[in-house]
């Protein structure tokens, strides 16, 4: 590419983490999995921020798979993950995203030990290092009150919105899976009623919440991201702790279409689509069993009932309800 074919963020983006180093799990995806999915991103590059060959050679014939124009990228942290930000850091994901011939740059840092300015301080070594040609996209929680969310470092509990609310990010993947019961925002059929991440409402509540209040910079797109199954995350925090896993989809259809066609005053002009952690659990739900006994689909269920509902959405979205 030349510097300046920059990808184009897709207008309805279905975001598929991979976590190489489950390579168990990861041998289990499927290709028609794979094309479920129009933004892939591998999780995760090491602390200093170079990508392990190993585990890149056992991704790459997964990756193969992906339908021509599929956008990849590489994750930067992880859960659990120390983070190591400095400048270093930053110019070895640039090289590590050309050297794999990636798409861009995804922060997903959850250490807790991470400071605001230093978090500040890495994005900007970042950007002054990448090419034009690489999308940015960072993956915080969600988190704030109803009336005014806030994208936070998982874990640690501070909100990014001195950067977020800046220009610079393509998309922010928003963890509406991580926070627990704590957090909830109004309903857009009904405001009078607070949900969380444990309801499938959470999708088109945690958009219209952070579209109109949650002061994310304008040009950067909106992706609710959520678990794949019952074992992707505690069932707290989890819109598949329900007893029956196919009453689910339907409900995050009828959130998409909310969102899409601008209902209750929802502006769908920043939605850039949903997120799901993970292909690996998706791939092999087996080991990752859903937390207090919740049962989990079976394999590739996600990809097959909840992927196409996001990229099926119409291509032009309605205006904003005047």
């Known amino acids: 590419m030349l510097e300046t074919d920059k990808p184009k963020w897709p207008e309805n983006a279905m975001v598929g983490y991979i976590d190489m180093q489950a390579t168990g799990s990861m041998d289990a995806i499927e290709p028609s999995q794979i094309h479920a999915y129009n933004v892939i991103i591998l999780g995760f590059a090491d602390v200093d921020g170079t990508i392990n060959s190993t585990l890149f050679s056992s991704v790459e014939p997964i990756l193969d798979e992906a339908t021509p124009g599929t956008l990849k990228l590489i994750s930067y942290g992880g859960a659990n993950a120390s983070a190591q930000l400095t400048s270093a850091t930053a110019q070895n994901l640039v090289a590590a995203a050309s050297q794999y011939d990636l798409d861009g740059i995804d922060l997903d840092i959850e250490d807790s030990a991470v400071t605001l300015p230093e978090f500040q301080s890495f994005v900007a070594d970042l950007q002054a290092a990448m090419n034009a040609n690489l999308l940015l996209t960072m993956a915080p929680i969600l988190a704030g009150a109803s009336d005014s969310p806030t994208l936070n470092i998982p874990n640690g509990g501070i909100s990014l919105e001195p950067i977020y609310s800046q220009p610079g990010f393509d998309a922010v993947l928003v963890q509406a899976y991580n926070s627990g019961p704590n957090f ?139």
């Open 184 to 322: 909830v925002y109004p309903l857009p059929s009904d405001p009078s009623q607070l949900v969380g991440e444990i309801n499938a409402d959470i999708v088109s509540a945690a958009y219209m919440a952070l579209q109109q209040n949650g002061n994310v910079n304008a040009d950067t797109k909106i992706v609710i991201g959520i678990p794949a199954n019952a074992g992707g995350a505690p069932t707290g925090s989890n819109l598949w702790n329900v007893l029956d896993f196919t009453t689910v989809p339907p409900m995050i259809a009828s959130n998409l279409q909310d969102i899409s066609k601008g209902n209750y005053g929802i502006d769908p002009s920043q939605f850039g689509g949903m997120m799901a952690w993970s292909l690996n659990t998706d791939a092999d739900p087996s080991a990752y069993p859903g937390y207090d006994g919740i049962e989990n689909g079976p394999a590739a269920y996600f990809a097959e009932n909840v992927a196409p509902l996001v990229t099926a959405l119409p291509a032009q979205k309605a205006k904003a309800a005047e």
